[in-house]
Nanobody, 116 residues
């Protein structure tokens, strides 16, 4: 059994910031690529950003310059720093772990709402 635990979501005004956290078991954190995805009602689940065990990062084009993914090896935690938030960023954000052999795990999600 693998459990990914997200936290840090909430309500924020446009232009504000939030930092999401995801804690993973050591074996997952050390050997899987970790990422953040989001899904709004009526929309598909899309990649926000991911980071490999070696620290290589990848971002969706719409998030470049506003969002930053990082990881803390000592805490087995991956972060998503979100700045300059817009109403269209409103979604459930999911932590994800995957490897090249087809194994994929998901967290339960954390709600981010951007509204004035």
């Amino acid at each position: 059994q693998v459990q990914l635990v997200e936290s840090g979501g909430g309500l924020v005004q446009p232009g504000g910031s939030l930092r999401l956290s995801c804690v993973a078991p050591p074996i997952i954190f050390d050997f899987y690529t970790l990422g953040w995805y989001r899904q709004a009602p009526g929309k598909q689940r899309d990649l926000v950003a991911d980071i490999t065990s070696g620290g290589h990062t990848n971002y969706a084009d719409s998030m470049k310059g506003r969002f930053t993914i990082s990881r803390d090896d000592a805490k087995n935690t991956v972060y998503l720093q979100m700045n300059s938030l817009k109403p269209e960023d409103t979604a459930v954000y999911y932590c994800n772990a995957y490897n090249l052999y087809g194994l994929t795990y998901w967290g339960q999600g954390t709600q981010v709402t951007v509204s004035s």
